[in-house]
């Protein structure tokens, strides 16, 4: 398979049970569907010991916002669409418009799971102020989107990043947003 980012032939990684396609030149890694969430949630370590490991450790420092992407599925060709992990981190990734699966730069996965690990702590008042300008800033991207598959990659990473939030943050957020306790 063909990396999206820098043209080169990707490898096969085996991590566990779970087989991805990495480019050891840009150190991207595609996922294909359901993928990400299990690699995120092994332990580093497993991680570490894997082909993986520089993914982890790169930075590619490329321009994104949410939107069109000029990257390519390396599955089905077909554009590949920018969003935010999560809805509400700085994270950028792209999701193949079909539901092929998911593209992360170099350092994105490290990102990922140190986004992740940092909403399991007890949020602060500055953090709680942070969440919601996210929050506004998700919401108005979220708005001009219009593609049910689109809006379902969007799902699917906020529901890992709901699923590590604390119960005070969704709170917190819901008297904000919507005026009413859960």
């Given at each position: 398979?063909?990396?999206?980012?820098?043209?080169?032939?990707?490898?096969?990684?085996?991590?566990?049970?779970?087989?991805?396609?990495?480019c050891?030149?840009?150190?991207?890694?595609?996922?294909?569907?359901s993928?990400?969430?299990?690699?995120?949630?092994?332990?580093?370590?497993?991680?570490?010991?894997?082909?993986?490991?520089?993914?982890?450790?790169?930075?590619?420092?490329?321009?994104?916002?949410?939107?069109n992407?000029?990257?390519?599925?390396?599955?089905?060709?077909?554009?590949?669409?920018?969003?935010?992990?999560?809805?509400?981190?700085?994270?950028?990734?792209e999701?193949?418009?079909?539901?092929?699966?998911?593209?992360t730069?170099?350092?994105?996965?490290?990102?990922?799971?140190?986004?992740?690990?940092?909403?399991?702590?007890?949020?602060?008042?500055?953090?709680?102020?942070?969440?919601?300008?996210?929050m506004?800033?998700?919401?108005?991207?979220?708005?001009?989107l219009?593609?049910?598959?689109?809006?379902?990659?969007?799902?699917?990473?906020?529901?890992?990043?709901?699923?590590?939030?604390?119960?005070?943050?969704?709170?917190?957020?819901?008297?904000?947003?919507?005026?009413?306790?859960v």
């Amino acid at each position: 398979m063909q990396c999206p980012l820098c043209k080169n032939l990707m490898k096969q990684v085996v991590i566990a049970d779970v087989t991805l396609d990495a480019c050891t030149v840009c150190d991207g890694v595609w996922f294909d569907r359901s993928e990400m969430k299990r690699v995120i949630e092994m332990p580093e370590a497993t991680l570490e010991k894997s082909d993986l490991s520089a993914s982890l450790k790169g930075d590619t420092a490329r321009p994104e916002r949410p939107g069109n992407s000029p990257l390519s599925c390396p599955r089905c060709g077909e554009n590949l669409w920018s969003y935010r992990y999560g809805a509400t981190s700085e994270i950028i990734i792209e999701g193949c418009k079909k539901g092929c699966g998911v593209w992360t730069d170099g350092g994105e996965l490290k990102k990922i799971r140190d986004y992740l690990e940092e909403s399991r702590k007890p949020p602060t008042a500055e953090k709680m102020r942070e969440i919601q300008k996210r929050m506004k800033k998700a919401d108005k991207e979220a708005g001009r989107l219009k593609d049910p598959v689109i809006l379902n990659m969007l799902r699917e990473s906020e529901d890992t990043f709901s699923g590590r939030m604390t119960n005070e943050i969704i709170r917190f957020l819901n008297d904000i947003f919507y005026g009413k306790r859960v």
